[in-house]
Nanobody
Framework: VNLVESGGGLVQAGESLRLSCAAS????????IGWFRQAPGKERQFVAS????????NYADSMKGRFAISRDNARNTVYLQMNSLKADDTAMYYC??????????????WGQGTQVTVSS
C-alpha cells in the first residue's frame, strides 16, 4: 500500500497541527499504522501507532497528552493531532504501515514524509 503524508508546516511553539496519512488502496484497513519522526542528525524516533481497527493506540512517553492518533478506514486515512508543539518537535514525520508496534522494523511500507517545523 502506498502512503502519503500531508499537513506539515511551519508553526510557532504552542500551536497545533494535524498530520494525515492517506492510502489509495482499500487494503489500508489491514495495516496497523505508525508515525515516526526524524530530525537532522538524529535517529528515527517512534511517535505513535494505531491498530487496524483503531481500538489500540500507543504513544512515545514524550508525546502522551499532547499528540493523538486516530484513523478513518472509510477514508483510508490516519491522523496525528499534535498540540502544544515545541521546538523539539521539529522533524520530518513519516507514517508507516505494518504490524502494531513501536519499532520501525515492524512496518513494511513507508511514506515520503511531511516536514514539521516549530519556531520558538
Amino acid at each position: 500500500v502506498n502512503l502519503v503524508e500531508s499537513g506539515g508546516g511551519l508553526v510557532q511553539a504552542g500551536e497545533s497541527l494535524r498530520l494525515s496519512c492517506a492510502a489509495s488502496e482499500s487494503v489500508f484497513s489491514l495495516y496497523a499504522i505508525g508515525w515516526f519522526r526524524q530530525a537532522p542528525g538524529k535517529e528515527r524516533q517512534f511517535v505513535a501507532s494505531i491498530s487496524r481497527n483503531g481500538d489500540m493506540t500507543n504513544y512515545a512517553d514524550s508525546m502522551k497528552g499532547r499528540f493523538a492518533i486516530s484513523r478513518d478506514n472509510a477514508r483510508n486515512t490516519v491522523y496525528l493531532q499534535m498540540n502544544s508543539l515545541k521546538a523539539d518537535d521539529t522533524a520530518m514525520y513519516y507514517c508507516a504501515g505494518g504490524s502494531l508496534g513501536s519499532l520501525a522494523k515492524a512496518y513494511i511500507t513507508w511514506g515520503q514524509g511531511t516536514q514539521v517545523t516549530v519556531s520558538s
